[in-house]
T-cell receptor
Framework: NAGVMQNPRHLVRRRGQEARLRCSPM?????VYWYRQLPEEGLKFMVY????????ESGMPKERFSAEFPKEGPSILRIQQVVRGDSAAYFC????????????FGPGTRLTVL | AQTVTQSQPEMSVQEAETVTLSCTYD???????LFWYKQPPSRQMILVIR??????QNATENRFSVNFQKAAKSFSLKISDSQLGDTAMYFC??????????????FGKGTKLSVIP
């Protein structure tokens, strides 16, 4: 059973460009979570999605950031007009059941904004 | 809001020895879950162990065990017979069981563990 897949693993963008990060959950998992890890920090929750629904986006910055998890295809975290402060590792996790089921993480996408 | 504190930024242990990583948390919740995740140099986040707060028995997974003290809000991780592959950042995490934000993991800042040959 393949684990959580994320691509790209590394992404370089110039200030003002858009970044799209993709996450394919484990087979059978329909709950996806996005976290951000700044250098020397722990992971911080951003958003929780189920298929076609955003359940909790309390950790998402109010502007420039959006997330979706369509009926078909991977979950997408989109960052518009990136700034240097967006440079971080972005991790996706998935769970089989909602709520307090264990979350399994992907390898992360390291975003560098020049 | 919940907070998770890992007071040891870095630790080292000799191969085959035992080491304990500390974690404390602050919450007003009664039902919650606690986790230890490992992040090796590859940066992949790997689940080490999970503990349900309603269970008095401490969780164990092979060489990994926890000391869960609910009243003290303490959740330490013991690694026995340390191996070179245990070298990693270790993160303690909290998840509450109900109410708003109950699906979020709240992480500590991590403890960098080095296993010395």
């Amino acid at each position: 059973n393949a684990g959580v897949m994320q691509n790209p693993r590394h992404l370089v963008r110039r200030r003002g460009q858009e970044a799209r990060l993709r996450c394919s959950p484990m087979k059978g998992h329909s709950h996806v979570y996005w976290y951000r890890q700044l250098p020397e920090e722990g992971l911080k929750f951003m958003v929780y999605l189920q298929k076609e629904n955003i359940i909790d986006e309390s950790g998402m910055p109010k502007e420039r950031f959006s997330a979706e998890f369509p009926k078909e295809g991977p979950s997408i975290l989109r960052i518009q007009q990136v700034v240097r402060g967006d440079s971080a590792a972005y991790f996706c996790a998935s769970s089989l059941l909602k709520g307090t089921d264990t979350q399994y993480f992907g390898p992360g996408t390291r975003l560098t904004v020049l | 809001a919940q907070t998770v504190t890992q007071s040891q930024p870095e630790m080292s242990v000799q191969e085959a020895e035992t080491v304990t990583l500390s974690c404390t948390y602050d919450t007003s919740e009664n039902n919650y879950y606690l986790f230890w995740y490992k992040q090796p140099p590859s940066r992949q986040m790997i689940l080490v162990i999970r503990q349900e707060a309603y269970k008095q028995q401490n969780a164990t997974e092979n060489r990994f065990s926890v000391n869960f003290q609910k009243a003290a809000k303490s959740f330490s991780l013991k690694i026995s017979d340390s191996q070179l592959g245990d070298t990693a950042m270790y993160f303690c995490a909290f998840m509450k069981n109900s109410g708003a934000g109950s699906y979020q993991l709240t992480f500590g800042k991590g403890t960098k563990l080095s296993v010395i040959p």
